[in-house]
């Protein structure tokens, strides 16, 4: 929305009493937690990760959390 007179449309909307969510789908949009934890790792394993993850441009913490999901997953 560029300008305002384009805003103003939108400002009088009115939400209905009931909504029909008959056909909508569970944790579509969920997304799960991320909690904080201190670990201690040794060095050359936090070495290899921030080495893959700026390789690969995400964060290493990302990487360290996908590497985990993968391996739960196969057991």
Do not use: W
């Not at 929305?1 to 384009?6: A, P, Q, R, W």
């Not at 008959?22 to 070495?47: A, H, M, Q, W």
């Amino acid at each position: 929305m560029s300008n305002i007179k384009e805003r103003e449309k939108y400002d009088n909307y009115e939400m209905l009493d009931d909504y029909d969510f008959s056909e909508g789908i569970r944790g579509r949009f969920y997304e799960p937690k991320k909690i904080p934890v201190s670990l201690r790792l040794d060095n050359d394993i936090v070495l290899f990760f921030k080495k893959m993850a700026s390789e690969q441009k995400v964060p290493y913490q990302t990487l360290i959390n996908t590497v985990l999901r993968k391996t739960l997953q196969k057991v």
